[in-house]
């Protein structure tokens, strides 16, 4: 029986291998896990390697692997109905649209459905530009919106430099207190002085041209950084200043990662556009969209929006995204998150920081955290490469599937993650850095 499992992981690698691109990488040096069962927090290839997710995929596997209620819902709707085109009326698109409304905060009225995160973030900046009658949209240099034409552009970190065919994309500095940009020493001056920031760079790109502020509510790929108190609002005020609209992408940071339904709600700030993916229904079936608001939705009642998708409320996807939430409300998992964070995960991480001078920072909130590790702590030089990959294979090797971007861990297990997974992972995660650091 061992020999028949080792054939398949072997089978499994050799396919990829053989006649699978992957994406944001170098091809020849690719060396992939093979992955071929989950549940919960954990996955495992066949022949029965068993690891903790906590990167849940790619920050998205919120409601665990492998949820009956998910299942049950896909298997039931490709029962009876498995795809139908996004004209008609579809009882599982209606469902997932009332749902997600019924979430979001006063005034949201419309949901555009999407394949993913990349083509919402995509036709949010088409219904800015075209509701507003402007072009330019201005994003973070820390950030990342996904990989289509303007979404790509609209990203601040190194994958837009070689994708750069898109115009009318401006960038500017968030807040980041650990490496500030504006000589800040506190969370306060941080925050005021970043806001000044891009109320410069609004006037130097010329308000009148300006469509829409993209934001990440929490910038999860660029670091989980968590805005400090004020600067949502601070964003809001200038938007509203000049006309702007104010788009704020939940792609990673919705949906339960942060301990709400939406993160952008613990900073009392309403956008005018809300992009979604990933959390929505956890990633089981590809889907997307964008959360309307009223005025903007408006602007379509009789003006044709020149946009659309083949796969747009795809039923499974749908009926999935209901299962979801359903069972999320249900289940206190959103409560769940926030309990983890606050109580058992956010303190862990302090605690092994305080232990390990590896750890330069920690941050986050719910089960949306990052540990930023450096050389040195005086100087807070970034780990070295070399060492952050003999980290990752280490976590690896000692059963935990880790997220690793630049020179930090992600730790952003699902949102389901147990008090007893969390101290497992703490364990091996406190073994292999305290190790590395000797």
Same mark, same amino acid.
């Given at each position: 029986m061992a020999a028949d499992t080792a054939d398949l992981d072997r089978r499994a690698y050799e396919l990829d291998r053989d006649f699978v691109f992957h994406s944001w990488s170098a091809q020849a040096a690719l060396d992939p896990m093979v992955i071929s069962g989950a549940l919960g927090t954990r996955v495992w290839d066949a022949s029965g390697r068993s690891y903790l997710d906590f990167s849940s995929q790619l920050v998205n596997v919120n409601i665990g692997h492998q949820h009956p209620k998910m299942l049950r819902a896909?298997? $039931?709707q490709a029962e009876q109905l498995c795809t139908v085109g996004p004209s008609v009326a579809n009882l599982a698109r209606g469902e997932a649209a009332s749902r997600i409304v019924g979430l979001a905060p006063e005034g949201f009225t419309k949901v555009f459905f999407t394949n993913g995160g990349a083509d919402a973030v995509e036709n949010a900046i088409r219904m800015a530009r075209l509701h507003t009658g402007r072009?330019? &949209?201005l994003s973070a240099y820390r950030s990342y919106h996904g990989n289509t034409g303007a979404a790509v552009v609209a990203t601040g970190d190194w994958r837009r430099l070689p994708n750069e065919y898109a115009h009318g994309h401006a960038h500017f500095h968030g807040p980041y207190l650990?490496? %500030?940009e504006f000589w800040a020493q506190t969370r306060e001056q941080e925050c005021e002085r970043a806001l000044a920031h891009l109320e410069r760079t609004v006037v130097v790109e010329g308000p009148n041209s300006v469509a829409?502020? @993209?934001l990440e509510s929490v910038p999860g790929t660029a670091g989980v950084l968590v805005p400090p108190p004020g600067y949502l609002a601070g964003v809001r005020e200038i938007a509203d200043r000049h006309g702007i609209l104010l788009i704020l992408d939940e792609v990673m940071a919705g949906f339960g990662r942060t301990g709400a339904w939406f993160a952008h709600t613990r900073h009392g700030v309403r956008p $005018? @556009?809300?992009t979604f993916a990933k959390g929505v229904n956890s990633g089981y079936v590809p889907v997307g969209g964008i959360v309307i608001g009223e005025a903007i939705a408006k602007t379509f009642d009789d003006r044709v929006f020149p946009g659309g998708l083949t796969y747009s409320g795809h039923p499974l996807a749908c009926a999935s995204i209901v299962a979801a939430l359903d069972a999320m409300a249900e289940e206190g998992i959103v409560e769940n998150a926030a309990r983890i964070g606050r109580d058992v995960l956010g303190p862990a991480l302090?605690? @092994?920081a305080d232990d390990c001078p590896l750890i330069g920072e920690v941050r986050g909130e719910g089960v949306f955290w990052a540990l930023e590790l450096v050389e040195d702590r005086t100087t807070r030089a970034p780990l070295r490469a070399d060492r952050l990959a003999r980290i990752k294979? %280490? @976590?690896i090797a000692g059963g935990l599937l880790p997220m690793v971007a630049d020179n930090r861990i992600h730790v &952003? !297990? !699902?949102?389901t993650v147990t008090d007893s997974e969390v101290a497992e992972a703490i364990a091996i995660y406190r073994s292999v850095l305290m190790g590395e650091h000797r």
């Open positions: 896909i298997a $039931d072009t330019k &949209v650990y490496r %500030s829409a502020i @993209l $005018d @556009l809300i302090r605690a @092994l294979a %280490s @976590l &952003v !297990p !699902p949102c």
